[in-house]
């Protein structure tokens, strides 16, 4: 059985030749996420392995996280930005799923998330979900919680309101675009649990912020941690 799954396999590259999500390259057969050269390049941040910030302090006096994170440094006209918008915006889901599995991987062996009892990924509107067709975030929730051993709850936040892109924003029409979108549907399910809330990509952290606070404000007597995927250093106020 184990030598026809390797000829399939072999059979499968042929045809369909995987690639680097990031620099286009070639993946090994059964190789990771990245091509080797990628992912000896990537450029990240390694907050996951400090409980004390750059991250978390940007959440005080806003949110009370426990721990917050993200994975890789967010640079424009970088490969990497590419790969980030290919999964957001071109239907390359799997690639988020992938980097999540890369991201929650690191937060296990780190130590400072074995404490997440449920993933939470931040909603899309119903609207926005139809046109694109997926929730990047849910993926990369879908991967994390896998390296982790916990569950994933798609259903218990919603975002209620529709509001328009938060691209083209300054930081103060960011905070207002997304004041009061986020409900939470089944405040049972993460009341008294430790919430680990995933997003794409962290900027102002307005949004993150708007979910996170529904959350806390729902469900009873539960603790609540942040990851996001990517983040610019300008965000968190550390120089390029």
């Not at 499968?12 to 030749?17: D, E, H, N, R, T």
Request: proline fraction near 5%.
């Amino acid at each position: 059985m184990s030598m026809f799954s390797d000829i399939a396999a072999d059979v499968a590259s042929l045809i369909f030749p995987r690639t680097c999500p990031v620099c286009g390259g070639p993946l090994a057969r059964r190789g990771g996420v990245v091509c080797p050269m990628c992912e000896i390049t990537a450029p990240l941040t390694n907050l996951w392995l400090e409980h004390d910030n750059a991250m978390s302090r940007k959440f005080w006096g806003l949110l009370p996280v426990e721990q917050a994170s993200a994975f890789f440094w967010f640079v424009e006209g970088s490969a990497w930005r590419g790969a980030v918008h290919r999964f957001k915006y071109s239907g390359a889901w799997r690639t988020a799923y992938e980097l999540g599995r890369w991201y929650g991987a690191c937060m296990k062996e780190g130590g400072l998330y074995g404490t997440v009892d449920v993933v939470v990924p931040v909603p899309l509107h119903p609207r926005r979900l139809l046109m694109r067709g997926y929730n990047q975030s849910e993926h990369l929730a879908d991967g994390i919680a896998r390296e982790l051993g916990v569950g994933v709850e798609r259903h218990c936040v919603r975002r209620h309101r529709y509001n328009s892109s938060q691209t083209t924003r300054t930081a103060h029409e960011r905070w207002d675009n997304v004041e009061g979108i986020f409900s939470v549907r089944h405040p049972e399910r993460l009341a008294g649990r430790h919430v680990l809330l995933v997003d794409d990509v962290f900027t102002t952290g307005a949004t993150v912020v708007s979910c996170g606070s529904a959350v806390m404000s729902a469900a009873e007597g539960a603790r609540l941690s942040v990851a996001v995927l990517a983040v610019p250093r300008n965000s968190l106020g550390i120089k390029p």
